[in-house]
């Protein structure tokens, strides 16, 4: 940890160093899904489909700035790089290859979920040691996914 002004206890500002680069990986991870899905994506809608992963994309790469950013903040470091982001993702692989819309759907929806999921787990954790601003980071980042989960879940054909 670099030195700080910033009066947040050290073990605290660890602790959300650590959670951070844990979310920044899979960010980094899920942008590179998001723009897998955008370039492969195929079928009948495929406009409106091509342009909504581009479109969320671009959304999780400002999470990933962000998340970033709060780790420089606490005087940590952010470890960005694809190779951290490919070794410590806790995301589950993006299938490769060419599909249907509706498959492409199911597999961005799977993955937004996933993300979701491990930063709501993170906003509980970031309070337990007291980092409010780390906590409502996640907070924001949970909002945004779970809009983006909705937009892509609202072009899931009905069985």
Do not use: C
């Not at 495929?46 to 581009?54: K, R």
């Not at 937004?112 to 601003?133: K, P, Q, Y």
Request: proline share 3%; no cysteine; charged share 20%.
């Amino acid at each position: 940890m670099h030195p700080t002004h910033n009066s947040l206890v050290m073990t605290s500002r660890a602790q959300s160093v650590a959670a951070l680069n844990r979310h920044l990986a899979a960010a980094i991870d899920l942008h590179g899904q998001m723009k897998q899905a955008h370039w492969n994506v195929r079928g009948p809608s495929f406009i409106a489909v091509h342009l909504l992963f581009d479109r969320t994309a671009d959304e999780v790469e400002i999470y990933s700035d962000k998340i970033a950013e709060r780790a420089g903040a606490l005087g940590g470091v952010a470890e960005g790089t694809v190779q951290v982001a490919a070794a410590k993702s806790y995301l589950i692989p993006y299938p490769l290859g060419r599909a249907e819309d509706h498959e492409h759907i199911f597999a961005v929806s799977a993955a937004l979920a996933a993300f979701g999921d491990g930063v709501r787990t993170s906003i509980a954790e970031a309070t337990g040691w007291g980092d409010a601003a780390t906590a409502d980071l996640f907070t924001e980042i949970s909002r945004g996914i779970d809009g983006q989960l909705w937009f892509v879940e609202s072009h899931r054909r009905e069985t």
